[in-house]
Structures are given as C-alpha cells and as structure tokens.
C-alpha cells in the first residue's frame, strides 16, 4: 500500500505543499502570502503559526485530514552542513533553524512545519507513527578533502548546491540504467537563476562549485567567479557598500549586468534576433558551464558514466546543444530539464517509508 505523504516547499513569499501516495501526486496547492502580511514579521521562525494554519485551511478545505498521513516532508532549510539523504526532524535540527544558527531563509520553515504537523497527526491517532523528515538540503557537504582545500586557510570552501535536484536527476537516470547511484560516476549541470556543476562520484557529491557565494560559471543573476584581487579593490574604494558588493555577486550579476534581464526567455529570444550582446553572453555561458564539467571530469581521472544538463534555464535547448558539444566526448550528455522539487522531496520519504534508506539523525 502507498504511503500517504504531505510535502511543505516554503518560500519567500508562499508555501507550496502537495499530497503523494506513493510517486503519484494526488493535490497540490501554492498558498500566496502577501509581502505586507510577511513583512509584519520580524524574522522567518516567527511565521511559522501563520503558515501552519493556512496549511491546516487548505487541508481541511481539500478533505484530507492530518490523522491520514504517514509522513511529512519539509524543504530543508540552512541546516549545519552534512551528508545527503534524509534526516528526521529533531529538537537540535528545530533549534538551529529556528535561531538562524546557519543562515535565515524562509526554507528553515520546511522542518518546523512538518514537525508541527506531524506532531498533530499524531496526537490526533494516539501514537507516534508520523514522522518528520528533510532531504537534501543546500547545505549538503560531501566534499573530498582534496576538493575543500584553497590556497589560503582564511578562505575555506563551502558545499552550497541544487542538491535536492541535483541528486534526484542522478537517481532518475540510474533507474532509467538499470543500475544504483552508488555505481556511477555522473556531472550535474544545474542551470538555474544560479549555476551549479556538480561531481556524484559512487553516490557521493565529491566535489561542486559554491553556487550561492561567488564560484564557478556566471549566470542569469549571479557574477560568479571574478578575479580575487579585483574584487579587493572594490571593497575599499569607497564607493560601495557591503550589500550593494553581495548584490553584485549575487542577485545584480550575470544576466542582469550584462542584459538588463535575468528572464532567459527573453535572452533566447533576443539570442535568436541576433542581439550581439545576448549571443556573446549565452555563447560565454556554454563555454564556462563546458569549462567546469571539463574539470570535474578530470577529477575522476576522465571516468565519467554521464553528463546531466537539468533546471530551469536547460529548457533553452540551444544553450545546451552548445554544452554537449564541447563535453560529449567525455560522457552521454542526458538533458533533464527543469526541477520539481515537490516530486524529488516525496520520493527521499517514499524510500525511508520502504525501508530503501534508513532516516539520518541530525546531531
């Protein structure tokens, strides 16, 4: 029998959830939440009542009462930083997003929502057999000690990723092969408002790019590696500020400094009027995403089962034609396009339920 699962996607400005039995996605809601209603709040573990009642409404709304569940499964948040897989939500893990040890983002909601209602689903049946988990967080960090190492010890480097997606599209394409993760070297572009390439070497993210703090290919909205010493001079001209510095990096870079733009619908169309400045971009976007699956290949010593083009902007088939084919004599470039993390969340508590792979204890 399928396991019925409740899934909580929070962000910025909503909170998606959805109901699966098993890998079928039986409903599926976007709950809005107006920007005057959050910034009523002052900080995002505050929200959690407001968004766990209109969670309860929608549910109640849609027939499906909280007793019904097996399972919730929460977005995880800016958790302290460990191996993928699934985690049960625990008092450490609820602490730390709610203090914002490791960041705030409106994804630490994820494991506060779900433990909430877990905790009343199982008051509701008189025992504890709904459980609380989160899957792949951003924070995930496999890295080999050879990959962590910079060149000075002030500058450490960081594991933040896709990689919910990221991992998911490993697994899908070592189901589609008739093999398991764990017996697959795989490089995962993930081309989204961030860029992040990554290296899953026998089911272990090895080694990927800071995707959220300055490393690696430039993209719709964010700048990417820079010249370190560049970047220096900036910061002590005195014409910028700290945030207005991070914005360049992050938010105000890519796409949106070079185009005005960071709708890649827009720069396809544009690329295909024969605009200069979107063909010399999207052309140097190819070359630098190439570049760094060239890398990671090489970190495996050219031992690479395949290549995964995935996310948002991986819908441009251009942008990926020109990809696979500066990496194509590497590995089978597979395309994946877009993410559903709703699906990919459902599918980590699917295997825990079975007893595929056993819960992780946050600690």
Do not use: W
């Not at 709304?61 to 191996?83: H, I, Q, S, Y």
């Not at 040890?101 to 433990?115: F, K, T």
């Not at 909205?221 to 360049?248: H, N, P």
């Amino acid at each position: 029998m399928a396991h019925r699962i409740l899934v909580i996607n929070p962000g910025s400005t909503s909170t998606k959830i959805a109901i699966f039995e098993g890998s079928n996605q039986i409903y599926k809601e976007t709950l809005r939440h107006s920007t005057e209603v959050i910034s009523s709040y002052p900080n995002v573990s505050s929200q959690k009542d407001f968004r766990y009642e209109a969670i309860v409404k929608a549910l109640e709304t849609a027939g499906v009462g909280v007793e019904t569940l097996d399972a919730v499964m929460g977005r995880g948040g800016l958790v302290k930083p460990n191996r993928a897989g699934s985690y049960m939500v625990n008092d450490k893990m609820i602490s730390d997003l709610a203090n914002a040890v490791y960041g705030e983002h409106a994804s630490n909601l994820g494991a506060i929502l779900a433990d909430t209602i877990a905790r009343q689903a199982n008051l509701k049946n008189g025992n504890d057999a709904c459980k609380a988990y989160i899957a792949d967080p951003v924070t995930v960090d496999e890295l080999s000690d050879l990959a962590r190492m910079t060149g000075h010890p002030k500058f450490p480097k960081q594991s933040i990723f896709h990689a919910l997606n990221s991992r998911a599209v490993v697994r899908r394409y070592a189901k589609e092969c008739g093999k398991k993760a764990d017996e697959l070297n795989v490089i995962v572009a993930h081309l989204g408002g961030g860029v992040s390439i990554s290296l899953h070497e026998k089911g272990m993210t090895t080694d990927v790019n800071d995707a959220l703090n300055g490393e690696g290919p430039f993209s719709p909205e964010r700048t990417g590696g820079v010249t370190a010493l560049t970047m220096a001079k900036m910061c002590f001209s005195g014409e910028y500020t700290y945030d207005q510095i991070k914005r360049m990096i992050v938010g105000e870079g890519g796409a949106v400094a070079h185009l005005g733009t960071n709708d890649f619908f827009k720069v396809e169309d544009d690329y295909k009027a024969g605009d200069p400045a979107t063909i010399r971009f999207v052309d140097s976007l190819a070359y630098h995403v190439a570049k760094s699956i060239g890398g990671l290949a090489a970190a495996v010593s050219g031992k690479v089962d395949a290549i995964i083009l995935t996310g948002g902007i991986a819908y441009y088939r251009h942008l990926c034609d020109m990809i696979a084919e500066r990496v194509s004599f590497l590995a089978p470039v597979v395309h994946y396009p877009g993410e559903d993390e709703m699906q990919a969340l459902a599918e980590c508590a699917e295997m825990v339920l079975d007893g595929e792979t056993k819960a992780r204890i946050y600690e």
